[in-house]
Each structure stands twice: as structure tokens, then as C-alpha cells.
């Protein structure tokens, strides 16, 4: 039995990513999120679980994110870092920040002005500095699904092949990428950081031949621990070396795939 995992900004979707620059207040869009907290001091990177474009854009602009979360009860997970980083250490380095709702709300127009859809991708959230104590940006992403993805699936359902979903966004975009693509929700996994794609990848493979696609650095311990691991540049950013040199296969399109023998 044989089964495919893939992620989903980047792989899945062409995404659109605005970053405000909290320093400067500067909306960034052509540097990537992942980059950013890996070139950083415990920097994580934090998805919140609820709907940008009806909860966040229509909240009160003035209050600040720790207050927006804790008032609210705002569920959020950690979507990305190179260190373990436990939900109430980074509520507590988040206090005393001055950023506020407004710096994520700057992030979501700047999405909606570009027509991208914010419900299947990893909707708003931001990265932060805990050995700073601060938040340094905000972030909005937003995405189109490759016009190669429905043949692709419909492909691999043909071959019998299981298909997977292992994603750090956020739950409901996933859900509704699962609805578009007609995928059973059982088989996808929302908010998954790095080390979590590897043990979903692990536990997969004592029941099937596992192939992990992928287009970035929280894909590289999934890429290796896959029975293949395949990187996709479809979505045409600078991907460093340690993300090449974790993968067997480089494509530059997602229909590429169904090429590789596994």
C-alpha cells in the first residue's frame, strides 16, 4: 500500500504571503515566513485559529494581540520554529508587546487586495522573538490552488494511492482545502510543525510506501524520514540548500510527481 503526503502552502497552493514589519511598518510580501524565524533568536512562528477575514478584521484595532487572544480566548499553535516552544512561555513572552490588532488586520487587507484566498491557507498570525520578548511582524497568507492539483489527486485515487494532508495552517483553511480537493478530513492535519509532519510520515509508514512532498524548511524532517522525499519549486521562491539536499527528488510541478516510481 502506498500513500502520499503533501504539504500545503507552497505545494498544494500558490501562495501569497503579506508580512508588516512591525520596526518599520512596512508590508513586506516577497521574503518568506520560515526564513525570517530561522535567522532569528527563538523566533516562532504563530498560527491563530480563527477566521481573519470575519473574527480578526472586524475586532477592536486598538488592543493589543496578547489581550485580543486572552480576552477572546483565542486559540493559537505554533506553526513553525527551530526550537520547542511551549504555548504559555509564549503568551508570557507576548505580554508586555505593544502590537496590536491593527498590525494583523494591515496584514489582511493587504492579502484581499491581491484577490488571494485567505480560507485555504494559513489565514493571520505573526512571528515572535521570545528572547526579545517581542513581536516583530505580523502576517496574512492567502492562496490559489495550482491549476495541476485536481488531476493530480484525481491521479493518485485512480492508483489506489492514500493521500494526506500534513500542513502548519491553521484547521478550518485546511478543512476547506479538504472540501475543494474532496478529501476525507480524517486525512489531514492541521497546525503541523516540523517535528510533528516527521512522526505523522513515521507512523504512516508502518502501513504504507511513503512519498512527502514538499516545498520548504519545515518539511525537512519529513522529507527525510519519507520512504521519498519529493521538493516542489512550483511556488518559485529562494529555497535554501538544506532543503535540497533532504529531498530524492526535485520537480518543478506538482504533476511531476506522478512520474516517480515509489
Not at 489531514?188 to 512532498?213: G, P, R
Request: some cysteine; overall charge negative; proline content about 1%.
Amino acid at each position: 500500500m502506498k500513500a502520499v503526503v503533501f504539504d500545503n502552502s507552497g505545494t498544494l497552493i500558490e501562495r501569497f504571503r503579506a508580512l508588516k514589519e512591525l520596526q518599520t511598518g512596512l508590508i513586506i510580501e516577497e521574503i518568506s515566513s520560515i526564513d525570517i524565524v530561522d535567522n532569528g533568536v527563538k523566533r516562532a512562528l504563530v498560527v491563530l485559529q480563527t477566521n481573519p477575514s470575519k473574527c480578526i478584521i472586524n475586532a477592536r484595532p486598538d488592543q493589543t494581540i496578547y489581550e485580543f487572544i486572552k480576552r477572546n480566548k483565542i486559540e493559537f499553535d505554533i506553526s513553525y520554529s527551530a526550537d520547542h516552544i511551549k504555548k504559555d512561555e509564549l503568551l508570557e513572552a507576548i505580554k508586555e508587546d505593544k502590537a496590536t490588532v491593527r498590525d494583523i488586520q494591515d496584514s489582511i487587507k493587504a492579502v484581499v487586495d491581491k484577490k488571494y484566498n485567505i480560507q485555504i491557507c494559513s489565514g493571520s498570525g505573526f512571528i515572535v522573538s521570545l528572547d526579545k520578548k517581542k513581536i516583530e511582524y505580523t502576517i496574512t497568507a492567502g492562496g490559489k490552488i495550482f491549476k495541476e492539483v485536481h488531476e493530480v489527486i484525481d491521479e493518485l485515487k485512480n492508483r489506489g494511492i492514500e493521500i494526506f494532508i500534513a500542513s502548519g495552517d491553521r484547521k478550518e483553511s485546511l478543512k476547506e482545502l479538504a472540501k475543494f480537493l474532496n478529501l476525507s478530513k480524517e486525512n489531514v492535519f492541521d497546525t503541523a510543525d516540523s517535528w510533528k509532519k516527521m512522526m505523522i510520515t513515521k507512523e504512516l509508514k508502518n502501513k504504507y510506501k511513503v512519498m512527502m512532498v514538499g516545498n520548504s524548511a519545515n518539511d525537512i524532517l519529513a522529507l527525510q524520514e519519507a520512504d521519498i522525499g519529493v521538493l516542489t519549486l512550483q511556488q518559485k521562491e529562494e529555497t535554501p540548500q538544506k532543503v535540497y539536499d533532504a529531498a530524492d527528488v526535485v520537480v518543478d510541478n506538482i504533476k511531476e510527481i506522478l512520474d516517480i516510481e515509489f
